[in-house]
Every structure is written in C-alpha cells, then in structure tokens.
C-alpha cells in the first residue's frame, strides 16, 4: 500500500489530505516560507497520532507536527515532502484540577479557550501570545512561546508540568507530573521549545495561574521612541516588575486604529501600553509609579484604562497588531529578536537605519519589558529582488541584537527562518551538544528534518571530534 | 452595469496569513481543518486565480462548505473583505463549471424566490402539513421546515401597502418586504410597520421591489443577484431610508455599491430596523418601558454582528421592552442556518445548530430574539417545545402595543 492509502485505511479518507489544492492549502504557516507537503492527516487520539508516526516510518517519510499554524518561522513548514501531522482536532480539556491549580489539555487546544474554561475557577493560562486567540497549545509547547504577560510570569516553559508525546518510534512517553520536582532526567524542559524535533506532544499537563485581584492598564504616549524606551528601562530599574509593558511605534498604531476603531493615539510616535496586577493597594501605588517615572521620561500623556471594556479594546488593538499589517503591503516579515532592556532605544535606532538604508516600510510593536524586539517589514514578494532584500535586512537586524548582547529569538522558534543565523550565537561545540540531544531522541532524523538545527551542525562537520568528557579548543 | 466581481488580486493580497480567523469560523472550529477555514479559504481563490492548481470538485466543494457568515471579516486586522471575494469566487465558478446542482440551487434563489405565486403555493402547503401534523414524513433536509412559524393557509404579502398617515412624516421609509420574510414573517413586518409609525414615520412598502438578491449573490447566482438590485434601486428612489427587518436582507442592500448603478445611495440610506429603533430609543422618540418582564436569551444573527457590526442595537432594543437581555455566546458563531446551506449541508448545520442550543439551555432564558429569519427557524426547529423564539421588533412591539 502507498502511503497515503495506508493512512486513509487507518484514519478514513476525510482525515487525510493529498489533493494537490489541499497540500498547498497546508504548506505554509503564517510567516513568510512555504514548503512541500507529501500528506496531511487530522488524528483525534494519541494511538492515532502513534499509528501515523510508524506508518510514516515505514515509508521513509519525514513527519512535521502542526497546530493552528500561526507560527511566523517556519517550524512547521516542511522544507522538503513530510507528512504534515495537524493536532487541532486533538481539541479536549482532559481534566481541571482547581485545587491543585492543574489542567492536563489536549495539544490542539486554543491558548484562549483554555483561560476562557478556567475563568468560572478564578484560573487562567498565563503565556499569551498576541495570537492567543488562534493558536494552540502544542504549538505554544513546541516555540516556547512568550507573549505580552511574560514579562513577569516567564514563557511557557515555566507552566509546563508534563508531557504525553510520541516518539520517533511510534511509542508514548509521558515526561514530568504534578509533582514540583519529578525525579529523573527532566526531559520535560528539554522538549519545550524543540520545534516538534523530538517527538509529538500530544498532551500537555499545564499550570494554571489565578486571576489577579485588580488589574490597571495605562496607555502612555511619547513624542520620540528613546523617551518611551528610556521610560521602560527606568520602571523596571525602579524595582517595578509590570505583569506587561508593550511598545508600538507611530506606523503601527494607525494601521491597528483603522481596524479596532477606539480611538487610539494615532499623533504619538511611541505607544506603551503598560499593566499592572496584584492587590488594589499595590497596583493603585505602582501606577503611580510608573506614571512618574514615563513623565519624567517625557511621557506626553497618560491615560489608564476606566473599565474591563476598555482595558479589553487596549489589548484587542496589540494583539492584532501583526495582522493589520497588509494595510501597509501584501507581505510581512515579522522579526523576533532580544536585547537587553538598557540598549532598546540604541538598537531600535540601529534597526530604523537599517529599515532606510535598504528602503522598506517597517512598523515596529514589540514587548519592551523584556527587550523582545519584533520589527515588522511590510514589502511586497512580487517586487523584483524586494524578498532577497528583506532577507538581508532582517539578517542585519538579527546581527545587531546578537552584537548589541541579546539573541536571535525571544519567543517565535528557530524553525526555518533562523536557522542559518544559529551560529551568531552558539559555538560549534555547543550546536553539537544540541545536535547530540536530538539524535538521542531520533536517530534517523525523521521528526521535522531540517528545523532549528543548521545542517552541519555535528562537530564531525566542522571538522572536530568532541568526546563525551572533552570540551572543544 | 458591469459587474466587478472578486476576488481582484487587491484583495487576495489583502490577507498575510496571519490566521486570527481561524477561531472564528465555525466550520474551523468544527473541523480543525485549515480547508474549511478562511484562510484556507482564500489560498485555494488564490491558487486557482492564478492557475496553480485547477477549478475542481475539490476546489468547488472547499467554497460551498463555507457558510459566509463573515465573522473572519469582522476578525480580520487587514481588513480582507471576505465575503464579497466568496461570492465572486462563487459566480467564478458558477460560469466555468456549472453542475447540475448548482444550477438548481441558483435557479431557485435567482428566480424562484421572486415569483411570488410560487412562494405562496408553497406556503400554503406548508400551512397543510401544519395542520396535518405530518412534518416527520418530510426528508431530513426539509425538516428545517418545524422551525417555521404557523402559516396562513391563504397568506399575504406587505408588498403595496401604503401608508397614508401622518401628514407630516418624521420621514419617508421604504420598507423591503423580502422573499419569504414577506411570506413567512407577516407578524414582523406588522410590528416593524406599528414601530416606525409611532415615532412618526410614513412606512411604504414599494411594489415594484424584489427580493434583495443576498441569497442569489451568495449561491453565485451573480446575474440575478445583480439584475434584483437594479430593480430595488429604482424602487426605493426618493425614499429617506431604506429599512429591513432581516439582517442577511440590510446587510446585503448595504453592498449594493458592487451590484448596480446607484447602489450607493441605497447602500447609504439602508437600516437595519434594530440599529434604526434602537437610535429613536435612544433619542427618546420611542418609549423605553421600566419593568423587569425577566430574562431573553440574545441570538446575534451574523449578517447582523460580523457583516454590520451591529452588537448593542438588539439588546437596546430588549432592555426598551422591559426585559433584561442575556448573552449567549461571545464569539457569535453562525447557528448553522446561513440561507440554503442547512438544506445542502445538513450535517454540519445541525452539528451548529446543537451548539447553538447548548448554548441558549446553558444560559437559561426559554424566550430568544433574532433578528434574522433564517436563524429563527433554524433555533426554533432545534430547541423544540418550551421556548419562544422571536424578531427583537415583535419583543418591543408587544410590549409598547398594550
């Protein structure tokens, strides 16, 4: 049997996809790359997901792992035919466990419906990426995914208890536990963020966090960027850790206003939007606070939100921030790097020159509190020579983070996009030590080939031969 | 005139892909599926638009498993104008593959619905199997036919009616009759009719109007669609307003621009009778009554949230009538009625349909309000004996009319 007919066999013919159409429909997520798919199925259980992996195997075919691809670098995307595993209909909250604060999920559970099941319980997931609403938990599993409340509650590794996922093998592993400090390797952190490189997370055991008591959310304006930056960096220099702290530029907010409507301060050059939890008595104190601090950086305007209604259009606007994007150009390259929070302002600048100098639009919102810049490139693909530029230039800004002391990545995955650039910040010994843990966990390199990993990235490549034991010269 | 129908490749470039959609559609949310999802949607006009992969079975059948109910649209941050690229990828199709269904489906939305006679026969008989209790003897995709209202063995029709008082109107308003709102719906016109009077306006319903075309336009029934609205125009020349008490019916005179000349100004004069009353609520020139009658379950018809926006008008509307309205669900997923599609998708429309009625159950209140008439019968064929299903207009009428 071909492979396709041996999946439909097992899943029946409307779960599995190899229309021409259907493939292409499949073969991108929502960042710039497009791929190959040779199949797409929609298993509903882990056995399913099991029998695909070995059915897969048997054929020699690579197997990428999907959820709701709202990704923007390319880690599920295949670069080459695989058999496109999409989790969304693995869609059941398992069991909620208030009292110990727990809820073991299925991986194609939307992040937002998760806090919105747990609302009645005063619970929520904390990690909110700006696509909360769309994407899934698996795939929050697989980038280690950050997002505006991050700042203080940390990414998704740190709300991530245990894991049910199936292996290169086709066998079912359960990593971690409800217990705080599960004995043994814990393997759990290691498959957090690997892309879907080390098996298929199928389940996830999540740590609820409780809904603050009072929440206030204040929008500031400034007239330059450095002010908004410089009010950033002295808040959290202040000792105040705000539950978020988010930037958009000018450019931004006029496209995201178009959208939501409310009102927002389209005159500004700098928007931050910034929230603060806990008891009424602290955040009423620490929003002064932050207000001093923002008007002594040169804030023009204050304004904190008056209702939940409010507080919710605020974050309706940064939240569909990447999507309103089109209204400047067909394409978008949405950059994910970090700095540290004191060089914001001097690397923001360095990345508008960099914007000018290859002349392409660019819109800038990014979470300031932890220095996770994301420039947005507005282009269009069809403009001869436009994508090559737009590649070059977000290699630039790459590179000016990583100089300025930061990363490739705050929160959106290596996948395909930043592949290449691993080697701005690893040395050759240390991709080997990665390169090593995958094949520890997939030998023949079947689970999403050619992600995170550059090629090569083996010492054997590079001409070296580091023991277990040794360290590399 | 010369009709301009999507999707241009303005508008399939409008999408990134960024896929906020997704949550938002309900055939997503059912499927899991990026082919049923919006932006599966327009990578698949895309594809075909430019000649990467062929027109096909495949192709047609990922177009009619939508249910334009629009909520994408409203989701989308780069405003990619979703239902209008389907309906012309429909007419697309319509014209280079035309199958045998498809025809049907198009012959009755494009011209059956607009002759009258015909509907009227139909209504009779619908009224016949009423009073002969033999609805279960119907095939599964007629059974949308228990949602219906009890009909008039001999009905009729609000077309031509005048109004001759008062002498100095507030203002002239035409209103659309409709297809088988005019049929099927009599009450609501009589209460939207009764409203718009006592705050003072001269409430005609013109003869020579048809059917709005919204149901023809969906189906890609492009030239009905469009010869349908050049008729409306010339109908509704002269009046103030144009007002309809069915949300798939305002919300597709509001896109007239795209289907004839002067569509416009149609377009700009058209409202839907729950943001038009809900405003002369507001202005005090309809009273508000100040009573606690209990509890009505909000229905939002998607032609009504998503392709107008309209959110508070209907509660408005609910609270002016002495009842305090409750919130069924907050993404407002389409119920699964969604014109023609319960009759040729029947699985998935009653699959939204149960949800719906989770939904309602869950929440509480046994009387809801709709503003459209489609998903009137549809919550009324699925929720069964024990609740009361009705047009906001009617809630109100009541209420002020005692």
Known sequence: MTLVEQLRSTLGSERVHSHPLELLIYNKDAGATSGEVAAAVLPETTQEVAACVRIARDHGMPIVARGAGTGLAGGAVPEDPALLIVLTRMNRIWEVDDHARTAWVGAGVFNLDLSRATDHLGLHYAPDPSSQAACTIGGNVATNAGGPHCLAEGTTVAHILGLEMVTAEGDVLILGGKAPDPPGLDLRAVVVGSEGTLGIVTKVLVKLTENPPAVRTLLLTFDSIEAAAAAVSDTIAAGIVPAALEMMDQPMVIAVENFIKGGLPVDAVAVLLAELVGLESGVTAEAEIVERISREAGATSVKVAADEAERALLWKARKNAFGAVAQAAPDYYLHDTVVPRTKLAEVISQVYAIGERYGIKMLNVFHAGDGNLHPLVAYDSREPGMSERVRTAAEEMVRVSVAAGGSLTGEHGVGLEKRDLMGLVFEPVDLDAQARLRDAFDGVGLLNPGKVLPRGARCYDYGLNVLPGETAS | ?402
């Not at chain 2, 349909?353 to 009137?376: F, L, M, Y």
Request: charged share 20%; proline share 5%; with cysteine.
């Open chain 2, 1 to 402: 005139m010369k009709l301009s129908l999507g999707p241009s490749s303005e508008q399939l470039d409008a999408c990134v892909t960024c896929g906020l959609c997704l949550p938002h559609c309900p055939t997503f949310r059912i499927t899991g599926d990026e082919i049923a999802s919006p932006r599966g949607r327009l990578t698949a006009m895309g594809a075909v638009a430019d000649g990467r992969v062929e027109a096909d079975d495949t192709y047609a059948g990922i177009l009619s498993y939508c249910l334009q109910c629009r909520a994408c649209e409203a989701a989308c941050p780069s405003l990619v104008p979703f239902g209008q690229m389907m309906e012309g990828a429909r007419a697309r199709l319509a014209e280079r593959r035309p199958t045998t269904s498809g025809r049907i489906r198009r012959l009755l939305v494009g011209r059956l619905l607009n002759m009258k006679w015909l509907l009227a026969l139909l209504t009779s008989g619908v009224a016949l199997i009423q009073r002969l209790g033999v609805m279960r003897l119907l095939p599964r995709r007629m059974r949308l036919a228990r949602g219906l209202r009890r009909q008039r063995v001999f009905p009729h029709s609000a077309v031509g009616v005048h109004d001759l008082s008062p002498a100095v109107p507030a203002g002239t308003v035409a209103l659309l009759a409709g297809c088988v709102m005019d049929q099927w719906f009599p009450d609501v016109h009589d209460a939207t009719r009764g409203v718009l009077q006592i705050a003072g306006y001269q409430v005609d319903s013109p003869e020579t109007q048809r059917c709005c075309g919204a149901l023809a336009a969906h189906e890609g029934a492009a030239g009905n669609a469009a010869a349908m609205a050049a008729r409306n125009v010339a109908a509704f020349d002269g009046y103030d307003y144009i007002v309809s008490d069915a949300a798939g019916c305002s919300a597709h005179l509001k896109d007239y621009a795209h289907w004839a000349d002067g569509g416009e100004s149609v377009a700009a004069r058209t409202r839907d009778i729950t943001e038009f009353v809900a405003e002369l609520i507001e202005e005090g020139r309809l009273p508000r009554i100040s009573r606690n009658r209990g509890d009505v379950a909000v229905h939002d018809p998607c032609h009504l949230r998503h392709a107008q926006r309209i959110i508070d008008a209907p509660r408005a509307i609910v609270r002016a009538a002495g009842y305090n309205p409750v919130d069924i669900d907050p993404d407002a997923l389409c119920c699964g009625a969604a014109g023609l599609y319960m009759v040729y998708e029947p699985d998935t429309a009653e699959e939204l349909g149960r949800r719906k009625v989770e939904q309602i159950t869950a929440a509480g209140p046994k009387t809801v309000v709709s503003a459209n008439p489609g998903c009137e019968i549809q919550l009324r064929a699925h929720l069964g004996r024990g609740f009361k299903v009705l047009h906001p207009i009617e809630l109100y009428w009541q209420a002020i009319d005692r």
